[in-house]
C-alpha cells in the first residue's frame, strides 16, 4: 500500500514544499472543514441525492466525515491512511453510489472548501496560490484511492 500511496503523490506532483504550507496551515483547514461538511450534505440533500442517505445517521456521517478530512490533510501517507481511504470508497462502492455521483461531489466539496479557505485573512496572500495547489493535490490523491477501490469490484 506504501508503495501504491508514493506512485500517486509523486503522479499528483505532490512535494515538501506542499506538506509544509499544508501543515502551516492545517488548523486553520480544519476550522473551516465542519462548516463546508455541513454546507456538504445540505447541498446532497438539495439536489435529490437523498435515497442514498436511507437509514443512515447523518451527524454521525459528518463527524465521520470530518475525521476523514483531519486524516488526509495530516499528510501522512502510511498504510492506516491507505487502508483507511481505500475501506470508504469501498463504502460507497457497495452503497451503490457510482464514480461519477461520487467524483462530482468531490469537486462541489473541494471548490468549495477553497472558496472558504482563501477568503480567510489569516491566510497570507503569498501563501494562497501554494495552498490551493497543495489542498487540490490532496484530494486528488484521496480521489484516486477512492476509484481504485471501484477498480477492485471489476475483479471481486
Ligand atoms: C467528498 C466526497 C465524499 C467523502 C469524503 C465521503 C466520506 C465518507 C466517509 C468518511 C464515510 C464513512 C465511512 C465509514 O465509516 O467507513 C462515508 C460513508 C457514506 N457516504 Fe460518503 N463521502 C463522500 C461522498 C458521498 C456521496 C456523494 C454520497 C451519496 C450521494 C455519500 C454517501 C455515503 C453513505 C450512504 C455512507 C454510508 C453511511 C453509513 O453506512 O453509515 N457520500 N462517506
Same mark, same amino acid.
Request: charged share 25%; hydrophobic share 45%.
Given at each position: 500500500?506504501?508503495s501504491?500511496l508514493?506512485? /500517486?503523490?509523486?503522479?499528483?506532483? *505532490?512535494?515538501e %514544499? +506542499?506538506? =509544509?504550507?499544508?501543515?502551516?496551515?492545517r488548523?486553520?483547514i480544519m476550522?473551516?472543514?465542519?462548516?463546508?461538511?455541513?454546507?456538504?450534505?445540505?447541498h446532497?440533500?438539495?439536489?435529490?441525492?437523498?435515497?442514498?442517505?436511507?437509514?443512515?445517521?447523518v451527524?454521525s456521517?459528518k463527524?465521520?466525515? /470530518?475525521?476523514?478530512?483531519?486524516? *488526509?490533510?495530516? %499528510? +501522512?501517507? =502510511?498504510?492506516?491512511?491507505?487502508n483507511?481511504a481505500?475501506?470508504?470508497?469501498?463504502?460507497?462502492?457497495?452503497?451503490?453510489i457510482?464514480?461519477t455521483?461520487?467524483?462530482?461531489?468531490?469537486?462541489?466539496?473541494?471548490?468549495?472548501?477553497?472558496?472558504?479557505?482563501?477568503a480567510?485573512?489569516?491566510?497570507?496572500?503569498?501563501?494562497?496560490p501554494?495552498?490551493? %495547489?497543495?489542498?487540490?493535490?490532496?484530494i486528488h490523491?484521496?480521489?484516486?484511492?477512492?476509484?481504485?477501490?471501484y477498480?477492485?469490484a471489476l475483479?471481486?
Open positions: 500500500m506504501r501504491e508514493e506512485k /500517486i503523490r509523486i503522479s499528483v506532483g *505532490l512535494t %514544499a +506542499d506538506t =509544509d504550507v499544508t501543515a502551516r496551515y488548523a486553520i476550522k473551516v472543514v465542519p462548516g463546508v461538511v455541513d454546507e456538504f450534505y445540505a446532497m440533500f438539495s439536489i435529490g441525492n437523498d435515497s442514498y442517505f436511507r437509514g443512515v445517521d451527524p456521517l463527524s465521520r466525515q /470530518i475525521e476523514h478530512w483531519r486524516h *488526509l490533510f495530516r %499528510a +501522512d501517507f =502510511d498504510d492506516v491512511y491507505g483507511h481505500t475501506r470508504i470508497g469501498i463504502v460507497h462502492r457497495d452503497r451503490a457510482t464514480p455521483v461520487y467524483m462530482r461531489s468531490y469537486g462541489w466539496f473541494t471548490s468549495r472548501l477553497l472558496e472558504v479557505l482563501l480567510r485573512p489569516d491566510v497570507s496572500a503569498a501563501d494562497r501554494g495552498l490551493a %495547489a497543495a489542498v487540490l493535490k490532496l490523491l484521496d480521489m484516486t484511492i477512492a476509484l481504485a477501490a477498480d477492485a475483479v471481486d
